[in-house]
């Protein structure tokens, strides 16, 4: 099936740093998402990407719809420690076979030291 | 605003024993409805997921079952359980942008 590669699989960073992440596929998605999840609870939507090229922020977050729409990023500035979780991206083909379905990268574990 | 409800949270059971999970949402109608399981905090594996009541399509072969007995109702199922059946069992839906995914906050389930 088919896979999001997704990177880096864990980062460890100092309070106030920025953060990037990013996923890559070799199909094309017409809907990139990203999510976070703490520990023991499910995954929460942080930001949806729709359209080509779309750059959109949410406070702190900012993730981008690559232009080849093969891949996206998502970027936390200033970071502080309740950023500490799980990211997710998931991107989304239209028609056929993958109705509804979404397909997950592995996650990128973020911890943050104070 | 809508949202999604799962029990239980956590889950003790022997090897063997039947297993229930429910999930149920509010203040939407006709979502599409999904079941994921994560084993150690990483990867989503997407089990089941319906379109309507009555409409399960199974995503891989396994031990586990799902239905879908009212429109905002889903439930996950097995007659006997077994040790690689333990994890995290999520719940979504998702509605009009039929991409865009929200979970419920998870069942934990521990097979003994």
């Known amino acids: 099936g088919q896979q999001l590669n997704q990177s880096p699989q864990s980062m460890f960073i100092q309070e106030g740093e920025d953060v990037s992440m990013n996923c890559t596929s070799s199909?094309?998605?017409?809907?990139w998402l990203w999510y976070k999840q703490d520990p023991g609870e499910g995954p929460v939507l942080l930001i949806a990407?729709?359209?080509?090229?779309e750059l959109t922020s949410n406070g702190r977050l900012t993730a981008q719809f690559g232009i080849t729409r093969k891949d996206s990023f998502l970027n936390i500035s200033a970071s502080i420690p309740s950023d500490v979780g799980i990211y997710f991206c998931?991107?989304?083909?239209?028609?056929?076979?993958?109705?509804?379905?979404?397909?997950f990268g592995q996650g990128t574990i973020l911890t943050v030291h104070p | 605003s809508q949202t999604i409800h799962q029990w239980p949270a956590t889950l003790v059971q022997p090897v063997g024993s039947p297993l229930s999970l429910e999930c149920t949402v509010e203040?939407?109608?006709?979502?599409?409805l999904y079941w994921y399981r994560q084993a150690a905090g990483r990867g989503l594996q997407l089990l089941f997921y319906?379109?309507?009541?009555?409409?399960i399509s199974s995503e891989v072969p396994q031990n586990l079952s799902a239905s879908r007995p009212q429109d905002r109702q889903f439930i996950l199922s097995s007659k006997k359980l077994l040790l690689s059946d333990s994890g995290f069992y999520l719940c979504?839906?998702?509605?009009?942008?039929?991409?865009?995914?929200?979970f419920g906050p998870g069942t934990r389930l521990l097979v003994l």
């Open positions: 998931a991107g989304y083909q239209s028609g056929g076979t993958s109705y509804g379905k979404l397909t």
């Open positions: 319906s379109v309507g009541i009555g409409q």
């Open positions: 203040g939407t109608s006709n979502p599409n």
């Open positions: 199909s094309i998605f017409n809907t």
């Open positions: 979504a839906w998702s509605g009009g942008y039929q991409e865009t995914q929200y």
């Open positions: 990407l729709y359209k080509a090229g």
